[in-house]
């Protein structure tokens, strides 16, 4: 299968700053490239969807101007969570889909998360 | 709207057969896939249906019913390994839809 990497893999932050998370394809063309947030013990839930070169289509409920999404490049995307606040603390996991990439029936790849922790 | 259900936990034993059921009600279908995923990890791809029927795969198995919005992962030869979540997911469009999960607790 393909691969896709994040990084970090653990971030502790203040209330208040903001934290870039960033997803790579290693090993293929990812021209989509999914977000998801999961709280402990819940499902992954969608938070966007990003074509490359394209705004993020965001899912309902999710604030747009607090996570800014950029898919620049077809082997990056990064979400940056601005003025983080304690109830952002989440698990982040990125999945891309994409060109070149093995595996069958367009299968969305993940990456290994993101624990972000806002103090 | 979606709505996509699945057991919360279930247990069983190294050697045991499980099956891990998951019905949905979703505005598109395109496809439904297995994923497992252990604790602080991402998901892991099992299996994808598309079709009715069952997909097997080694000690695993999926099988999909369209008409009755139903589906099921079967797990043969269970491991402690084994022990995890397992996902549903329904393919809405381009984007995935996810189940809550089974928290699966494999004991010897």
């Known amino acids: 299968g393909a691969v896709v990497s994040q990084h970090p893999s653990r971030v502790i932050c203040k209330s208040g700053t903001s934290v870039k998370i960033e997803c790579r394809s290693l090993?293929?063309?990812?021209?989509?490239m999914f977000w998801y947030r999961q709280f402990p013990k819940q499902s992954l839930m969608l938070m966007a969807t990003s074509n490359e070169g394209s705004k993020a289509t965001y899912e309902q409920g999710v604030e747009k101007d607090k996570f800014l999404i950029n898919h620049a490049s077809l082997t990056l995307s990064t979400l940056t969570v601005t003025s983080a606040h304690p109830e952002d603390s989440s698990f982040y996991i990125c999945?891309?889909?994409?060109?070149?990439?093995?595996?069958?029936?367009?299968?969305?790849?993940f990456g290994p998360g993101t624990r972000l922790t806002v103090l | 709207g979606q709505n996509i259900d699945q057991p919360t936990e279930m247990t069983a034993t190294e050697g045991a057969i499980v099956q891990i059921n998951c019905t949905y009600q979703t505005s598109g279908f395109n496809g439904l896939f297995w994923y497992q995923q252990h604790a602080g990890e991402a998901p892991t791809f099992l299996s994808y249906?598309?079709?009715?029927g069952l997909e097997e795969k080694g000690r695993f198995s999926s099988f999909l019913s369209r008409s009755k919005g139903y589906s099921y992962l079967l797990l043969k030869e269970l491991q402690m390994k084994d022990s995890a979540s397992y996902l549903c997911?329904?393919?809405?469009?381009?984007?995935?839809?996810f189940g809550k999960g089974t928290t699966l607790s494999v004991s010897s």
């Open positions: 997911a329904v393919r809405e469009r381009r984007s995935l839809i």
């Open positions: 249906n598309v079709l009715d």
């Open positions: 999945s891309a889909r994409g060109r070149g990439a093995s595996g069958s029936h367009n299968e969305q790849f």
């Open positions: 090993d293929f063309q990812a021209t989509t």
